[in-house]
C-alpha cells in the first residue's frame, strides 16, 4: 500500500514526536507499505524515511524544485519526483496515495490533510484518512469538526471517514 504521511519538516520541542515517527516508519516498512512523503532529509520528514529504510521498505519523495535547489532534498531514498510548485506536490502526492496519514506538524502538514478531507468530503476520495491525535496534538481540530457537524457546515457521514488515532497500534488496525 502507498502511505503518503504528511508531516513537519522541524522536529518539533518533544522528543516524543521522533520517537513515534521512527514507530510509523518502522511499521511501513517492515509491513511491505511503500511510503510517500514530502522529499525532505531535515526533521520528522528525515526521521520517517530514514525509520522505512532501515526496516527495509520502499520510500518516495515529492518535492519542489525550490526545496532541491537548496539541498533539501533526501538522497538516499528511492525515488525523488520533483515538481514545479507545491500546488503540483499536493496533488501528486494524494494521487500516489491509497492511505493518507497525518503526523503532527505545522501549516503544511494542516493545508495537505484538509486537502484531502475536501476531497473525500466532496466523494472525491473515498481512501482513508488517518490524523495521528498523538498525546491530544490534533483535538482541536477533532473539537472542530464535531462543531461542524454541530453547526451544520459538515455532515456527519463525511466527519466519520476523518479517522483519529492514538498512536501507530491504532494506525496499523485502521490500515490493516
Not at 499536493?90 to 505545522?106: L, N, S, W
Not at 491530544?136 to 479517522?163: A, I, N, T
Request: hydrophobic content about 40%; proline content about 3%.
Amino acid at each position: 500500500m502507498n502511505i503518503t504521511v504528511y508531516l513537519g519538516s522541524a522536529s518539533g520541542r518533544d522528543p516524543k514526536f521522533a520517537r513515534e515517527v521512527i514507530r510509523l516508519g518502522s511499521w511501513i516498512g517492515e509491513n511491505g507499505h511503500r511510503l510517500i512523503y514530502g522529499g525532505s532529509r531535515i526533521g520528522l520528514m528525515g526521521e520517517l524515511a530514514e525509520s522505512v529504510l532501515q526496516a527495509g521498505g520502499e520510500v518516495i519523495g515529492v518535492e519542489p524544485g525550490f526545496f532541491v535547489s537548496s539541498c533539501l532534498q533526501h538522497d538516499g531514498i528511492d525515488e525523488l519526483i520533483v515538481t514545479e510548485t507545491m500546488a503540483e506536490r499536493k496533488a501528486k502526492m494524494i494521487e500516489m496515495g491509497e492511505a493518507y496519514v497525518a503526523f503532527p506538524g505545522g501549516t503544511g502538514t494542516l493545508e495537505e490533510i484538509s486537502e484531502v478531507m475536501s476531497q473525500i468530503r466532496l466523494g472525491h476520495n473515498e481512501k482513508p484518512c488517518v490524523i495521528l491525535n498523538l498525546d491530544g496534538y490534533y483535538e482541536p481540530l477533532r473539537e472542530m469538526l464535531d462543531r461542524m457537524v454541530l453547526e451544520e457546515f459538515l455532515d456527519k457521514e463525511s466527519r466519520d471517514r476523518f479517522l483519529f488515532a492514538r498512536d501507530v497500534e491504532e494506525i496499523a488496525r485502521i490500515l490493516g
